[in-house]
């Protein structure tokens, strides 16, 4: 489609100079001149008031003007919609999470990526969360599902999706070692519960930094690599576990542990999406980042 002559006429008529508009429009005076005698001609109107010294919008030019511009900003509008819909995204995201959070969180997540995105293609590993930032410090994985830890590394972008607090779970059966009042035990009676914790990652070290506070040598029983395992461990009576709250709330074994009221509490952590900052710049990456945005501001 030929816009031209209506920018012609539109340039003309916010210069009002036949020189200077042909120059904007890399077009010489005459084939410009050309252009509003083709519109006046269609419209059975004059536009423009001439002569060798001045140019003026008639009153029926300036009605023309509005209607020329909106149609030239409609047109780009469109133009951008539809380039858009034709360089539509292609290729593929490599998402790393744990077992909880990939039915906690991507399902919502992805299926809105999906919608947006249809060419974008989603590949998933799931695994202990410790391992998250690692994957993608590494270039292992683009983004990955992980606790915030107390101080991020500043190569990573970090956005937070929800916060679980971390808590003590014990098997529902009655054991010699269970502390009788959690909330106010001693240190000595700590030391002969048998402890499971996850190998490394945030939960271990605010358990650890939990266990140096109260003055207790923990009776570590087991080192599970990821939370899941923690709660069928703690469920068959092995032990007591530390696991978010998250964690519990989406096992199928949670009617096997109960929650130990321990006081001083554990703290709380942030769980969200982290990706190398210089992979923003990535236009799939991106979209994906902005997704979570929009549903985490």
């Known amino acids: ?35 509003i005698q083709q519109i006046e001609a269609e419209l059975g109107t004059t536009l423009f008031e001439r002569d060798n010294r001045h140019v ?3 009153p029926q030019g300036l009605a023309f003007q509005h209607y020329a511009k909106e149609t030239l900003e ?16 292609r290729g593929d995201i490599s998402i790393y999470c744990s077992v909880t959070a990939s039915y906690s969180f991507l399902y919502e997540l992805l299926s809105d990526v999906r919608t947006r995105h249809p060419g974008i293609e989603l590949k998933l590993h799931t695994g202990d969360p410790a391992e998250a930032m690692t994957r993608v410090l590494e270039g292992v994985d683009d983004m990955a599902i992980t606790p915030r830890p107390r101080i991020p590394p500043g190569a990573l972008a970090f956005k937070s999706l929800t916060r679980s607090p971390l808590l003590f779970i014990a098997p529902t059966q009655t054991h010699e070692w269970l502390p009788l009042q959690p909330e106010s035990s001693t240190a000595a009676q700590w030391e002969q519960v048998p402890m499971i914790l ?14 140096k506070a109260m003055g207790v040598a923990p009776r570590i029983y087991a080192q599970v690599s990821g939370h899941e395992a923690i709660v069928s461990m703690v ?20 009617d096997r542990v109960r929650i130990l009221n321990v006081k001083p509490e554990l703290p709380h952590y942030d769980v969200g999406l982290c990706v ?7 236009p799939i990456v991106d979209a994906l980042w902005v997704t979570v945005a929009e549903h985490h501001p």
């Open 276 to 282: 190398l900052n210089r992979r923003l710049k990535n």
């Open 74 to 89: 409609q047109w780009e509008t469109q133009k951008r919609t539809l380039a858009a819909t034709m360089e539509e995204l």
């Open 198 to 211: 996850s190998e490394a990652g945030l939960s271990r070290e605010y358990a650890n930094t939990w266990f």
């Open 56 to 58: 003026t919008l008639t």
């Open 1 to 35: 489609m030929d816009f031209r002559v209506l920018k012609h006429m539109v340039t003309l008529a916010e210069t009002l100079h036949f020189g200077r508009a042909s120059d904007l429009c890399h077009v010489s005076p005459s084939t410009l001149s050309r252009s």
């Open 235 to 254: 469920g068959l009576g092995f032990g007591i576990g530390v696991v978010p709250k998250i964690v519990l709330d989406n096992s199928p074994l949670a």
